[in-house]
């Protein structure tokens, strides 16, 4: 314990010096890489507000192990539980609709049958200008708002857009003398 002391500063108590420091970030560093790899990487993509109260609340504490503000191996320990925690909730709610709709959210529509549903805009914090650039995003900048048939706000926080189907184009039979 007393070598560990040494390289990495006390373990509890006052604070690391500059070159304990570094290597407590370093191993803090490893550790986190190794218990996000272990846990989902779904928090990784496009986080529902369970991703991102790991990543805040994991940020936190493993920020203490570094600067010394809490010992080392019981902030470790504490950002494993974090992630086992988030693992355990994800496994859960992919398996219920109920507590999946409780820790991240549900979708919202914002328009069907290509009409904007009253209200479903500024309740969700919607605008015109989300439409356009959720239109671009998904490869539709040269449509308008009014080509959208469905759009629906999404967990994560993302527009999804269902286009209308282009109409059929009637063309008069050529060279009948009609």
């Not at 272990?38 to 928090?43: D, I, K």
């Not at 859960?92 to 609709?97: C, E, L, P, R, V």
């Amino acid at each position: 314990m007393e070598t560990l002391e040494t390289w990495l500063g006390p373990l509890s108590g006052d604070g690391p010096d500059l070159g304990q420091m570094v290597l407590r970030a370093f191993v803090v560093f490893c550790f986190a890489v190794i218990i996000v790899r272990l846990g989902s990487t779904r928090f990784l993509s496009r986080n529902t507000p369970l991703d991102l109260i790991l990543g805040i609340m994991l940020g936190s504490v493993l920020s203490r192990a570094i600067t010394g503000q809490s010992s080392l191996f019981p902030t470790l320990a504490a950002g494993a539980v974090l992630v086992g925690l988030h693992s355990l909730f994800a496994l859960f709610a992919a398996g219920s609709d109920l507590f999946g709709k409780w820790v991240k959210g549900s979708s919202s529509p914002l328009i069907e049958k290509g009409e904007p549903l009253p209200g479903a805009l500024l309740k969700n914090r919607v605008g015109t200008r989300d439409l356009r650039e959720a239109l671009r995003l998904n490869g539709y900048g040269t449509r308008s708002i009014d080509d959208i048939e469905e759009a629906r706000l999404e967990r994560n926080g993302e527009i999804s857009l269902v286009m209308k189907e282009p109409e059929a184009r009637h063309h008069s039979p050529r060279g009948r003398g009609d």
